[in-house]
Each structure stands twice: as C-alpha cells, then as structure tokens.
C-alpha cells in the first residue's frame, strides 16, 4: 500500500465540516475548500480545523475521500467545486484513483496522486 505523506498548513477559512475533502493552497499561504472545479488541489484535509487553526492534509498515498457522485473502484477522480470527488471525464484534471467504489455523499479510499489530465 501507498505510504502517507502529510502536511500541516494554516486553515484560511473554516474547514471543521470539510473532514475528507479537497482543499488548495490560496494566496495568503494557507489553505481553503477547493472553489475551482477541475482544477488542482494540495490534498485532502483529515481534521476539522476552523479558521486559522492548523489543518492536516494528505498530498500523496491513501486517504479517506467525499465522493460528490457515485464512483466506480478504478476510476480516475477529478474534483468539484464543492471540494468533493467525482470520476473524471475528459480534459479533466486528475487528482487520484478511486480503490473503492461508493455511492454519492458517502467516503471512499482514494490513492491521492496528482498528475496531469484526463485524455
């Protein structure tokens, strides 16, 4: 299995109802709820920090994950708006792989591996 790698960085809103989902580094060095679907993402936060509290966040290996959608074990995951998962289509940008298939609003294991965009 994939190791975990971590990384502690300061909550730039509030994140404590965000537990398992995407968030980006925003311009004030910190980190915010993935606002822009399709795009990139730091990882996935695993705690509940309010803002200016320290969030932790999965960038690489296996993490708990929100699915916006039902997905299919093996598929390839993008990200909402909502900072929630779904399966990619194409051009999207991809930001992981689904190990376990789960229904819309329920956690699933999702191998974190930023790289690059759907064909």
Same mark, same amino acid.
């Given at each position: 299995?994939?190791? %975990? ?18 968030? #980006? ?7 915010? @709820? %993935? ?6 993402? @730091? ?5 509940? $920090? ?6 932790? *966040? ?5 993490? %708990? ?5 039902? *997905? ?20 999207? #940008? ?15 294991? @999702? ?7 759907? $064909?």
């Amino acid at each position: 299995m994939a190791q %975990r790698q971590y990384i502690t960085m300061i909550a730039n809103e509030d994140l404590s109802t965000s537990q398992y989902k995407m968030v #980006y580094v925003d311009g004030d060095n910190g980190v915010k @709820l %993935r606002v822009a679907a399709g795009a990139g993402l @730091l990882g996935i936060v695993q705690n509940k $920090p309010q803002s200016g509290e320290h969030a932790t *966040i999965v960038w690489n290996g296996l993490s %708990r994950c929100s699915a916006g959608a039902t *997905i299919t074990a093996g598929s390839w995951i993008t990200v909402t708006a909502s900072g929630t998962a779904v399966a990619a289509t194409s051009s999207d #940008y991809i930001v992981g792989k689904a190990i376990t298939g789960v229904a819309s609003g329920s956690l699933f294991q @999702l191998l974190v591996e930023s790289g690059g965009y759907k $064909p």
